[in-house]
T-cell receptor, first 117, second 113 residues
Framework: ETGVTQSPTHLIKTRGQQVTLRCSSQSGHNTVSWYQQALGQGPQFIFQYYREEENGRGNFPPRFSGLQFPNYSSELNVNALELDDSALYLC????????????????FGPGTRLTVL | DQQVKQNSPSLSVQEGRISILNCDYTNSMFDYFLWYKKYPAEGPTFLIS?????DKNEDGRFTVFLNKSAKHLSLHIVPSQPGDSAVYFCAASFYNYGQNFVFGPGTRLSVLP
């Protein structure tokens, strides 16, 4: 059973550029959530994808967008990068059951460290 | 406005003693709470959870206590080991929020040999 993997590990971009981060979910998981962790803070929920559709979104602007693929891997895209976007971006996968099913813990990847200059 | 607070940024404990990490929340809708542990260069790993219908959950050396009236939970680690040194995040969720969590800012625990 492989865990959650993310690529790249580190990334440096300049303000105004666009970036794509990738995540492979843990085997058997069908749900992917993305979090932003700024320095000294806890992870902040960006959005979640379930069966290739967005299934909940945090307080992030539309320039943060995502995709989930049929194999449940996912991408996070950020357009028009700003300096404050510098953070660790974490992907977490989980197995979502039927509607009303119990909540399961999320399994996190190691993250992608994004630096915006 | 932080809905989940961990007011101690850091904590140092002697090996073998008890570590107590605290967490407070403001949203009374939260009904499910978790603790995650994070080592440097790794993602957070799940440690223990508790539903609001309980006031205690125990798993080996780790026990989480929930005081709903005070909107407070704590994580007890007994006995503390040097390998427990990490950043601990408290997280909360409520049913309509799906499987997504509101995290606190974390507490860095150092267990001294």
């Amino acid at each position: 059973e492989t865990g959650v993997t993310q690529s790249p590990t580190h990334l440096i971009k300049t303000r105004g550029q666009q970036v794509t981060l990738r995540c492979s979910s843990q085997s058997g998981h069908n749900t992917v959530s993305w979090y932003q962790q700024a320095l000294g803070q806890g992870p902040q929920f960006i959005f979640q994808y379930y069966r290739e559709e967005e299934n909940g979104r945090g307080n992030f602007p539309p320039r943060f967008s995502g995709l989930q693929f049929p194999n449940y891997s996912s991408e996070l895209n950020v357009n028009a990068l700003e300096l404050d976007d510098s953070a660790l971006y974490l992907c977490a996968s989980s197995l979502k059951g039927p509607a009303g099913g119990r909540r399961n813990e999320q399994f996190f990847g190691p993250g992608t460290r994004l630096t915006v200059l | 406005d932080q809905q989940v607070k961990q007011n101690s940024p850091s904590l140092s404990v002697q090996e073998g003693r008890i570590s107590i990490l605290n967490c407070d929340y403001t949203n009374s809708m939260f009904d499910y709470f978790l603790w995650y542990k994070k080592y440097p260069a790794e993602g957070p790993t799940f440690l223990i959870s508790i539903s609001s219908i309980k006031d205690k959950n125990e798993d080996g050396r780790f026990t989480v206590f929930l005081n709903k009236s005070a909107k407070h939970l704590s994580l007890h680690i007994v006995p503390s080991q040097p390998g427990d040194s990490a950043v601990y995040f408290c997280a909360a969720s409520f049913y309509n929020y799906g499987q997504n969590f509101v995290f606190g800012p974390g507490t860095r625990l150092s267990v001294l040999p």
